[in-house]
């Protein structure tokens, strides 16, 4: 289990879009809590999907569109651990949205597939505009990533879910 320090994974992607994008960017608000700049995960894929991710996102939004970008932790989600069959620790949530984003499925696929993770399913949720995906590690099908789609009118959302198990320091210690 590697220690990510995440804050700095979507700050520097940001950076990065900063330096490479011509002409105008659109304005962003930045929400990442202090006790989420590091997060554990199994290696290091999610810090390689967080940044890709998040640069093509930025990338490809309108200019002219406020993004919103948190970071959050999510306890549990009762509708979807049964659908994606993992019981974590808690769940780590990255939300992209705004006007002017501009993500597409077949996009989305093709970043997951580059850093490990194939693409399960897509379900589009009744009456609604929202399609989700479920994403597996190629070498670890077990583990797991979800992908959320949404508009409304005014916004677009993106969010990439991360099933997070915390081991304790009991599980880490040696009888003797």
Not at 62 to 83: G, Y
Not at 85 to 94: D, E, K, N
Not at 129 to 145: E, L, Q
Request: neutral net charge; glycine residues 4%; contains cysteine.
């Amino acid at each position: 289990m590697e220690q990510i320090e995440l804050g700095s994974v979507i700050e520097e992607a940001i950076a990065k879009f900063s330096r490479n994008r011509i002409g105008d960017k659109p304005p962003m608000f930045l929400m990442i809590p202090s006790t989420l700049r590091v997060v554990p995960w199994r290696d290091r894929t999610l810090k390689e999907l967080v940044r890709v991710f998040l640069y093509e996102t930025l990338l490809t939004s309108d200019p002219d569109a406020t993004l919103e970008i948190s970071l959050r932790r999510r306890a549990e989600l009762k509708d979807l651990d049964p659908f994606v069959r993992v019981a974590p620790s808690y769940w780590l949530q990255l939300r992209i949205s705004g006007r002017g984003l501009k993500m597409f499925e077949k996009l989305a696929q093709e970043l997951c597939y580059d850093v490990g993770y194939r693409c399960e399913e897509w379900i589009t949720i009744e009456d609604s505009t929202a399609r989700f995906a479920t994403f597996a590690a190629f070498d670890r099908p077990h583990i797991k990533i979800v992908l959320l789609l949404a508009s409304t009118r005014s916004t677009h959302r993106c969010d990439l879910l991360f099933p997070v198990a915390e081991t304790s320091l009991a599980s880490c210690m040696v009888s003797g």
